[in-house]
């Protein structure tokens, strides 16, 4: 039951980071009769109670898939409200999540972005700099394989130029030349809306996710969904391509 599994999250193994794939605004809204601009901004709400619910867990990395790469093919009237209420989560919440000692961090390709959005983003992220609680990673304008494309160019790059040596284009080091460098690969993926697929996220770090995938929309997605899917991660036993505890055993 959710209830049960917030009352016992304390004795769950905890995954070190969390990501998340927020979907379902849309169908949310029109199962409701409203405009998917409504969907979104309950989503938004979803949003804020994630990030104190990770706090709360003990959940050192959360991630959330903000806005990908193809979300720019939406109706030029969605995209535009996406980036209002973009604009709006940033001033409205950046002050509280400083405060709690949030760090914010953003991942994707931010060429070509407009002037605004890029100043907020880069704002985002210098004010907070300093903080060592949770690690609050924004995915914007990403996806998997551009951000995989653009760590190729950069190797490639470098291969031309005669800095790396082909031979020196190893596992790690393509994972240096990816937006997520500095950030430790995700232990659990969680998507909401009931759909099973990546949809482009973290293609290279979700190597060995946990994924749990739930059937609410992600505007219904609370504090107990949150703990839910922290004890499904708990229950499972993570073998990064080893034999099990108990095959090991016998």
């Known amino acids: 039951m959710l209830g049960n599994a917030a009352a016992e999250s304390e004795e769950m193994t905890t995954p070190a980071h969390v ?3 927020m979907d379902g605004n849309g169908r949310w809204a029109k199962a409701r009769g409203l405009p998917r601009l409504a969907g979104h901004r309950a ?18 990395w959360l991630t959330v898939y903000a806005f990908s790469s193809e979300n720019w093919s939406r109706p ?3 995209v535009s409200d996406l980036m209002g209420l973009l604009k709006l989560f940033i001033r409205r919440d950046l002050a509280e999540l400083h405060q709690n000692g949030v760090r914010v961090k953003i991942i994707g390709d931010r060429a070509g ?8 983003l880069e704002e985002a992220e210098a004010l907070t700099a300093g903080n060592d609680a949770l690690k609050l990673v924004i995915a914007f304008n990403y996806g998997g394989r551009d951000e995989i ?6 190797l490639a790059a470098a291969a031309a130029s005669g800095k790396i040596a082909p031979g020196d284009i190893t596992v790690e080091a393509v994972a240096e030349a990816l937006d997520t460098r ?5 232990d659990l993926v969680i998507r909401t809306s009931g759909e099973m697929r990546l949809s482009n996220f973290l293609l290279w770090q979700a190597a060995y996710s946990e994924l749990v995938f739930l059937p609410c929309y992600w505007p219904d997605f609370t504090r107990e969904h949150f703990a839910e899917s922290l004890s ?12 099990s505890a108990r095959d090991v055993a016998l």
């Open 232 to 243: 499904q991660f708990a229950a499972r036993e993570r073998r990064f391509g080893g034999p």
């Open 113 to 120: 972005l407009q002037g605004d959005i890029k100043a907020l």
């Open 19 to 21: 990501a998340i794939i």
């Open 182 to 186: 500095d950030i430790p690969d995700p």
């Open 43 to 60: 989503g938004v709400e979803a949003l804020r109670q994630a990030v104190r619910a990770a706090g709360e867990f003990g959940v050192s």
């Open 76 to 78: 030029k009237s969605e």
């Open 149 to 154: 494309a653009r760590a190729a160019q950069k």
